[in-house]
């Protein structure tokens, strides 16, 4: 059982830049994949960015080269730096987690979610 807190949303200008951080709680954190989605208004919620247990990063095409994930076990944080925000980036951001051998990038593989951190991008 794991239990996610995001932070570090709020209202950035286009190119503009934020960092979220997903804390959690447990002591078996670095054995957890974990991810960042965004649900737009309207819109189904869509994977992001994540980070399996190894290190390794995987972006969505719409944010590749824009934002970066990472982790710091030591401090059972995973992050989310975003740069050259754009309005389309507006969205509800959520950390989620697996401990399962599923695929990072779909949505019914992670079985914990944060409550949400809301991003917004003003044009």
């Known amino acids: 059982q794991v239990q996610l807190v995001e932070s570090g949303g709020g209202l950035v200008q286009a190119g503009g830049s934020l960092r979220l951080s997903c804390a959690a709680s447990?002591?078996?954190?670095?054995?957890?994949?974990m991810a960042w989605f965004r649900q737009a208004p309207g819109k189904e919620r869509e994977f992001v960015a994540a980070?399996?247990?190894?290190?390794?990063?995987y972006y969505a095409d719409s944010v590749k080269g824009r934002f970066t994930i990472s982790r710091d076990n030591a401090k059972n944080t995973v992050y989310l730096q975003m740069n050259s925000l754009k309005p389309e980036d507006t969205a509800v951001y959520y950390c989620?987690?697996?401990?399962?051998?599923?695929?990072?990038?779909?949505?019914?593989?992670?079985?914990?979610w944060g409550q949400g951190t809301q991003v917004t991008v003003s044009s």
């Open positions: 989620a987690a697996k401990d399962n051998l599923f695929t990072v990038v779909r949505l019914t593989s992670f079985s914990y």
């Open positions: 447990g002591r078996t954190f670095s054995s957890y994949d």
């Open positions: 980070i399996n247990r190894s290190g390794y990063p």
